[in-house]
């Protein structure tokens, strides 16, 4: 029987439980500076001996600090670092076209996209899209797909998608998916919009390449004080994400955070990652380390329909200006 798992389960019990499945894998973690979410995956499933681990991030000298300290945790895994700089289309190309020449490399088992921003002032990025659309979503969806090739290597290929409860605060804005570039803009609104997102993509990917033998997954990890939020002054970003729930008729407008350490934040994403009873389920929306269920958790139908998944595979690729069929 399966292990029961809950909002207290942490990444150290996960990577013990699969550490088999962990073991000699080759894994790229995007968003992995010190103290963030994907730096405490990545050391946390270094203990269960990869074979190797790439990290990706906008400054390889973050992403090497991290690499040093999985040195720490485990001297014998070995590491290497990736400049990926997603909100900027040119530099994921470029950065697709560095993994996609490692011959050394082969293959890549699991992907994890972990790397964002949340509740930024409206910016728009260097492509012209609201910048938290183009960092959480549009950067990860061409970076994936530009070494899917190596992915698919694999035998048993595994994408990860973090996303977040925040899904909740807004579908996809399919005529206005740059807020009037900046007219329309709410942070919190624009934040719900790509987590949405992350989540069809997995949608789309499970339709499209689960035949294929491709698994994948997306998540919210919880509530963690990591660095994703050390710009917001919650003095203001509290009561704006509580006016933007009661807006909405959300339970999370009345209710107080449900914290969670590091540790218990990274372990749904091992879980999306290694899990082997998940193969039944392919597309899902994980949370607490397990199938997130719509009638009592936060699963928006917005996020989950096959219908928007599928519109927005097609948005993207118009927005990216590259068709990827398969």
Known sequence: MPTAHDAKTTASELVRELASAIKAKVVLTTGVSPKSLGATFVEAIAKAEPALLILAGR????????????????????????ELDLSSLAAVRRAADVVLSWADIPHIDVLVNCAGIMAVPFKLSTDGYESQFATNYLGPWLFTNLIMNKILASEAPRIVNVSSDGHRLNPIRWDDY????????????????????????????????????????????????????????????????????????NKEGWAEFKWKTSDQGAATIVYAAFDQDLKDHNGAYLEDSHIADPLVETVKPWATSKVEAGRLWQLTEKLVGQDIKY
């Open 178 to 249: 740059n807020f009037s570039n900046g007219e329309t803009y709410n942070k919190w609104s624009a934040y719900g919009q790509s987590k949405t997102a992350n989540i069809l993509f997995s949608v789309s990917l499970a339709e499209k390449l689960g035949s294929r033998g491709l698994q994948t997954y997306s998540l919210h990890p919880g509530v963690i004080a990591t660095n994703l939020g050390d710009h917001i002054d919650w003095e203001e970003g509290g009561p704006s994400l509580q006016a933007a729930d009661r807006a909405l008729g």
């Open 59 to 82: 400054n390889p000298t973050k992403s090497s600090q991290t690499a040093d300290a999985i040195k720490a945790v485990n001297p014998n895994v070995k590491t290497r670092v990736l």
